[in-house]
């Protein structure tokens, strides 16, 4: 066996003995590995991201005049009507207090906002997840909503210091309750990802074989709000082509089209609560034993 053979061989060995060290060694070794590395990139995702901003300036620098005269006219109407719809959203918020004080109705779960830029896509077979330039040390706490406007585009993963990993409601690691459009009965269906083959869909079961769906239009999805995740009536995307009758014949289920095409945001929001959830009490509390 010649010199080159047996370095061949050495190599083998050492990676089959890495391996079994990494499937053998505590949970706790590998989490820390997991996050050394994600909060080694994290610097080099930030530039990325930043030099992507930049370019983008540039670009609208090398304008001409007449361009930028004619984009401030039209952003001058944009923010004409939006004081409208804003004072009108007053009124409305005014009167939605007064009558909860009136019937003494508990308001629901507060969320704050925090903005964050995509820097990084994940679309697989696996799972699709999207990268944001905010983290721990903004604030960021798992499993909180990703929204752009009204619309859902997934929930926080996994927080690290300065990024957060967003499973999309495409990725197979998505659940969500919803109401259909249309349904009297306000039955509740679930909404699951289903990112087979990367084409990017969802998936509604448990849909009862008595709904038909608003006559000539593509029945909407919207979260209910139980459990207290997702703040209700946010939309999550419409049923694509007709429902069709599960193998055992009881519910019927279809796919769901996301409200946005996902791969072209470029910046989101997570609705973080005000205030920690009873799980995140729970979960919070254990690891204080813990330590």
Known sequence: MNRDEKGVKASYVLLILILLLWCAGPSVVRRFSREAFTEFQAPALELVGKSRDLARSWELRSRSTDELVEAGRDLGRINAALELRLATLRDVNEENARLRQILAYSPGPEYRTIVARVVLRENTSWWQRITIRKGRNDG????????????????????????????????????????????????????????????????????????????????????????????????????????????????????????????????????????????????????????
């Open 140 to 291: 960021v706490r798992p499993f909180s909503p990703v929204v752009f406007g009204r619309q859902v585009i997934g929930r926080v993963a996994q927080v690290h210091m300065e990024t957060s990993e967003v499973d999309l409601i495409t990725s197979p690691g998505f659940r969500c309750t919803a109401h259909l459009e249309g349904d009297e009965n306000h039955n509740i269906v679930l909404l699951s990802g289903n990112a087979a083959g990367g084409i990017g869909r969802a998936l509604v079961s448990n849909v009862p074989k008595t709904y038909g769906g608003p006559a000539g239009q593509a029945p909407r999805l919207t979260t209910t709000g139980i459990g207290g995740v997702y703040p209700s009536g946010l939309d999550l995307g419409t049923i694509e082509g007709s429902l069709r009758t599960t193998p055992k014949g009881e519910f019927q289920e279809g796919d769901v089209v996301p409200p946005r095409a996902l791969n072209t945001i470029h910046e989101v929001s997570v609705l973080v609560p005000v205030y920690p959830s009873p799980g995140e009490r729970l979960t919070e509390s254990r690891i204080d034993d813990f330590r």
